[in-house]
């Protein structure tokens, strides 16, 4: 299984991006997935996640702000992400939303200036 993200960059506060995700080795269609971001000396985290049967759960931090969606065909999970705040600034990951991960990719990095 290999992940790879993309799409991260430098931003002003309140501006967007789009963040996308290509998962290959697997059938996308069978996994709950999931994008998490690690802030410098933080742990990494969960912000957004979607299952197998298209429902999407949300991070309070970034709720009403970011959405997450995928495309089983494209094998693809996409990040919008509106409205950015200092606080967003992280490396973004996308994987499975279980206990169990795949093996983490390199990650994209999202850098918001104020």
């Known amino acids: 299984v290999q992940l790879q993200a993309s799409g991260g960059g430098l931003v002003q506060a309140g501006g967007s991006l789009r963040l996308s995700c290509v998962v290959s080795g697997i059938s996308l269609r069978n996994y709950d997935m999931g994008w998490y971001r690690q802030a410098p000396g933080k742990q990494r985290e969960l912000v957004a996640a979607t299952s197998r049967d298209g429902s999407t759960n949300y991070a309070d931090s970034v709720k009403g702000r970011f959405t997450i969606s995928r495309d089983n065909g494209k094998k693809t999970v996409n990040l919008q992400m509106d409205t950015l705040k200092l606080e967003d600034t992280a490396v973004y990951y996308c994987?499975?939303?279980?206990?169990?991960?795949?093996?983490w990719g390199q990650g994209t990095q999202v850098t918001v200036s104020s």
């Open positions: 994987n499975r939303n279980s206990v169990v991960k795949f093996p």
